[in-house]
């Protein structure tokens, strides 16, 4: 019974011992690190960013001043005006130089040469024809074609062709010298030297000269505007630009380019607004600046669509509220010829068409367009344009012209 006794305590004893191992190893376990893979990478946690009043919390260790302490400005230099310091952030940029406009008078004897090589078959076909030995039919029927195709129109070729056929046969001789003096008389009556070819800017007592430029897609009109305006200050004259062109991108800034470079100051609207609206209050700013002249720029568009056509005349409407328009300037491009005339028509019955702008007479041989077009409307040719430059819009002068066409 003893033995019994002893067996069982001792296997109580090592049940105890190997439950106290397990116990034991399973808490070694525990206190063990993780394991972390050699190619885990150490990530550190930023320092927290300080928040409202956490530096206010740590006391400064600087000891504080009392009012005694401080250095005040004594009574005179309060009293000085403070220096101003130019801040280089918000500092205005510097104003750009303001450019001198060519002077307008000759301006189209400088850019002679430019005419006379777009316009050279013209006039020399012309005197070669009359300086045959026999001027027969077949001549004067050449000599009508050369005119028709230099755009001159049917009537006006007649015209001056029968007159030539008149004074050839009265005048009996034909030099060279005689021929071109012959020609020159002719063409300068055909082109008519007796029209009044001033762009009028008289304005009234109360209100500044208002000329309004129209004209189809692709003329050059908002360009034109510019260099008028240039044309304008070379004869000393101010001017307010009024951007009406709302449709075309851009064509704001490309009028207030223009007039920045001469100091004329341009009045503009959101992109898409009422042109009527940007035109009215150009003409007020001009009255309120006491400008000579307001140019407002209208949109180009197609002849064809009435209902733009039809807003063109609100503009004018809109803008005589101030007063009588001074000008309505048709821009025309030369290189249309005669299609440029259908177009001029139908701007002449909406907005009574004052006188006419030619563009791009240099790049085309159909200087003719220049008595079409007056023939047709029955307003005078007022400028020409003969180059891409700043100064290339000249006022046009018949002899001049005539000249340019014929040669020496």
């Not at 008078?105 to 045959?132: E, F």
């Not at 009044?196 to 000269?209: C, I, K, N, W």
């Not at 020409?384 to 020496?408: K, N, R, T, Y």
Request: net charge negative; aromatic share 2%; no cysteine.
């Amino acid at each position: 019974m003893e033995i019994v006794i002893l067996v069982v305590a001792i296997a109580l004893v090592a049940v105890g011992a190997i439950s106290g191992l397990v116990v034991g190893s399973r808490k070694k376990k525990r206190k063990l690190p993780p394991l972390t893979p050699p190619s885990a990478p150490t990530i550190t946690k930023p320092p927290a960013e300080p928040h409202v009043g956490d530096e206010a919390e740590t006391p400064s260790d600087e000891p504080r001043r009392t009012i005694d302490e401080v250095d005040l400005p004594s009574a005179e230099e309060a009293a000085q005006a403070p220096a101003a310091v130019e801040d280089p952030v918000v500092a205005e940029p510097p104003t750009p130089e303001l450019e001198v406009p060519e002077p307008t008078a000759g301006r189209l004897v400088r850019l002679r040469t430019r005419l006379a090589r777009s316009q050279n078959s013209l006039g020399k076909g012309l005197l070669t024809l009359l300086s045959r030995d026999n001027l027969d039919d077949d001549t004067w029927d050449e000599i009508e074609e050369t005119l028709l195709t230099a755009d001159v129109g049917v009537a006006p070729t007649q015209e001056l062709v029968d007159r030539l056929r008149e004074r050839v046969r009265v005048l009996g001789t034909r030099t060279p010298a005689e021929l071109r003096t012959l020609l020159r008389e002719e063409l300068v009556t055909l082109v008519g030297p007796d029209l009044d070819r001033e762009v009028s800017t008289a304005g009234s007592e109360s209100t500044p000269g208002v000329v309004m430029v129209v004209g189809v897609n692709g003329t050059g009109k908002t360009t034109t505007t510019g260099k008028l305006a240039r044309v304008l200050v070379a004869d000393g004259k101010t001017v307010v630009l009024g951007a009406a062109d709302t449709f075309r991108a851009a064509a704001a800034d490309q009028l207030q380019t223009w007039g920045e470079r001469v100091g004329a100051r341009t009045v503009r609207g959101p992109e898409g607004g009422d042109p009527a609206s940007i035109a009215y209050d150009a003409v007020k700013e001009g009255i309120a600046e006491d400008a000579d002249v307001v140019l407002i720029d209208t949109a180009g568009r197609l002849h064809t669509k009435t209902g733009l056509m039809d807003e063109l005349g609100k503009v004018k409407r809109v803008v005589e509220k101030h007063g009588p328009l001074d000008e309505v300037l048709l821009v025309l491009d030369a290189t249309t010829g005669q299609n440029g005339l259908v177009q001029a028509r139908v701007f002449a019955e909406v907005v009574n068409i004052t006188g006419i702008v030619l563009t791009k007479l240099d790049g085309t041989a159909k200087g003719g367009i220049v008595i079409a077009v007056q023939r047709e409307l029955g307003v005078p040719v007022k400028l020409i344009g003969l180059g891409e430059g700043a100064d290339d819009l000249a006022p046009f002068e018949p002899g001049a012209f005539v000249d340019a066409l014929i040669g020496d």
